[in-house]
């Protein structure tokens, strides 16, 4: 492996300088982790290169790889000591040079995490507990890498060594600020009133405004002084008053410690720091838009006999403060109702997330372990085809629902990994549970065919009138990044045969179309839907291109294997 750049280099100096002032004992352990960190990035962004055609990676393989369905290859290594030499320089010095900063902020702060996650204690993945949201943060701290395919899954631009220490997943505490704000400035939900019912210890806000809770970095590092106006003008009132929570993968939604009642919530708050491809700031229109979809999503999975397997984590209250351009997504919040009192007995709920992460516990991936559970409790003696059958049985609970949902209302969720908790008794696929709706896509004219009325926030990015843009939302997240990332990881450690797991995907697939092509109401845009999930080529999120762009999202077209003769 070549040596890191200067960029690099400096980079990890300085990182190396920080941790020296207030974390010293993790100095050794991260100079040891910086080339694995750098290899993991390196190797993502190869795979992320080859499969949108970019920087010469198909003409000239840097190494061997192996090939998995939708154009994926995973490389053995990555041949650079920085993962910016992977780029042409044409690219670093001109669109990518964001992308190479971002590059360098994700090595860093992953050989960071290493060197926090040494020797850490290992999450149980498989059993329940009374308190089922702990074990499931538990269990998302084991995918330390981050994103299953972005290059820059551990990307944190904005913040400084004392920052992901304070406040980064391997964090077990953070902090929840309130801003007491005037009435007349806040829109949505009184979201003070809602948490003092769950923690009545919260102060009462002064008389005419009302508690906001905030991220307690995002008041520190941006409110003060971006609103300086606002809280010199007496607007705004930072409160001396922090309720502990614990930072989630998400790293903007917090875990609440349990309430008077005995449950916990998650806040999600806006956090003005990149990850990945985005700023994690919160629209107002996501605020709004997020009750509103939760009061009408259960209602209409539970129209369909594959509802009865699926569970909505509804986000029950949401405000923010728009206070004027460039100003409107600093304070944002929205309100999630837990695991907590909805799980059946013997039911484990694992975020999607954790599934293809090493669970040091068990010494291989989450998914491998709850694969060779399945074998157990199905008596199944072959490994491969133990995870053969699973994995059509895992497709038979994701995919009706999400299938049904876009067809029947239009309603196209982005069921990726991170969005959703499978759960599982015995290892054997139970339910799916679904949170975090502000990136789903609403077909309106499908929507209003279905008679369903839904106001939402003005301009919301998430309505669309394309039908590509609702199939193409659907496809990449619940097939590519989710079962595809189930099947890749099952290769490795149970010999799954691909071909014939993809077979029996695109089994389910069409029975699912089957049923739906039998309601009169629905049968043409089933087809339609069918038709282009079944495609030659179908579009994949393009993860370096739209960091070339800068802007939006941009899919790729990659080779299908639900395509008749290719499975």
Known sequence: MSAPTAEL????ARAAAELADVAPHLVAGYRTALPRAADVVGRRLLGALWREDLADVRTHPPGPGRWHAFDRMEFDRSPAGDPVALLPSSIVDGPGRALAAELTDAVVNLAVAYARREGGAAADTMDGDADPDGRALRAERLAIDGHNLHPCGRTRLGWQVPDLLAHDLEADQT?????AVRRHLAVGDDLGAVLADAYPDLPAPPPGYRLQPVHAWQLDAVLRDRYADLLADGDLRPLATRLPAAPTAALRTLLLPPGVDGHRRYLKLSLDIQVTSTRRTISVASTRNGPALSSLLPGLVARHPEGARVLVLPEYAGAAVPVGPGRDRDMAAIVRAGLAGRLEPGEVAVPGGALPAVDPRIGCTVIAGLVDRYATERGRADRAGAALDFVEEYARLVLPPVLGLAARYGVGLEAHLQNCLPTFRGGVPHRLVLRDFAGLRLHRQRLAAAGVRLVLWPNSV???????????K?????????????VVRLTESHGLDEPAAWRRVRAVVDEAYAGLA???????????DHAALTAPRVPHKALVRMRLVGAGDIYWPVDNPLHDGRC
Not at 9 to 12: L, P
Not at 175 to 179: D, H, I, P, R, S
Not at 518 to 528: C, F, I, L, M, R
């Open 462 to 472: 998430v309505a669309t009138d394309d039908a590509d843009v609702l199939r193409a």
């Open 474 to 486: 659907v496809g990449y997240t619940a097939l590519q990044a989710h079962i595809g990332e189930i």
């Open 518 to 528: 039998a309601e009169p109401a629905v049968a043409a845009a089933a087809a339609e």
């Open 175 to 179: 902090a929840v600020a309130f801003v």
């Open 9 to 12: 280099g400096v980079a990890a």
